[in-house]
């Protein structure tokens, strides 16, 4: 009978632990999109800070200048998970994660003038980044480079 208790409460540990802290390591390393125009390259660069936090750069480079340039962060705060862009604004533009799957997530500010929503996912071994509001839709593909 201890057995069968030991067991039910070594099981129990496992299932309350938290699965979210690997969900975003799907998107960790050095990526170049494939769908940019000829004269440009995108990036973006993934790393984990944490359990609770990963760090990502994205720049443009056009004729060896870069041209664009955003930090971001995935960072869990009170249990919720949210993208964090800096950079690109005088203060930095918080997106609530409001769809968190093995592989993907969507995030969303209402409030932002654009975008109002943030999806990323892997299909494969590409990555996928949406910037979207209820009009307007960019994708971004990327590839794993070393």
Partial sequence: MRIILIILIVLLCFSCKDNTIQKFDWMLGSWVRTNEDANKSTFEYWSK??????IGL???????????KENMRIIKIDEKWSFEVTGVNEN????LITDLTENGFVSENEM??????ITYYLDGEVLIAKISDKDTEIP???KKYN
């Fill in 58 to 68: 994205g720049c443009t480079v056009k004729n060896g200048d870069t041209i664009f």
């Fill in 49 to 54: 800070k944490s359990s609770e936090e990963y």
């Fill in 92 to 95: 930095s533009t918080v997106f």
């Fill in 112 to 117: 932002n003038e654009f975008p109002k929503k």
């Fill in 140 to 142: 971004f593909l990327f």
